[in-house]
């Protein structure tokens, strides 16, 4: 082998993705300031939440920031609260899961609150 093709061996390594481009979504860990934080919590709770109630144009996301994390605000139609809450809240708490699980996956703590 050539030192040429070691060295093209080692830069695909580097590079995990088919486009030939390095990454620049994190640069030494430093995260991107054009993305929204809480972006990929907020696109699950209201594709959950829609999905659920009968009222989809009546489903609102909020997203505040705060010391606990970010909290996301779910308003739907009051038609649809029994809806979202479920019997003895088992929707509500598999949707909290399901965000919480989200928001883990971008680095966020996300906090559900079901809004009247």
């Known amino acids: 082998m050539s030192d040429t093709s ?3 061996d080692d830069d ?3 590079d995990d993705d088919d486009d030939g481009e390095e990454d620049d979504e ?3 860990g430093v995260p991107d300031p054009n993305r929204v934080v809480g972006a990929l919590s907020k696109s699950v709770l209201e594709y959950l939440a ?4 009968d009222d989809a144009e009546s489903v609102i996301v ?3 920031e ?6 996301l605000r779910l308003h739907v139609a009051p038609s649809d609260m029994g809806r979202i809450i479920g ?3 088992r929707v509500a708490q598999a949707l909290r899961t399901v965000v919480r699980a989200a928001g883990a996956k971008e680095g966020v703590e ?3 609150d079901i809004v009247d």
């Open 26 to 28: 994190e640069v030494a």
């Open 110 to 112: 996300a906090i559900v």
């Open 12 to 14: 695909a390594e580097l």
């Open 66 to 71: 705060g010391r606990r994390g970010t909290t």
């Open 6 to 8: 070691i060295a093209a």
């Open 62 to 64: 909020e997203v505040e």
């Open 50 to 53: 829609k999905s659920i109630v």
């Open 87 to 89: 019997r003895r809240g």
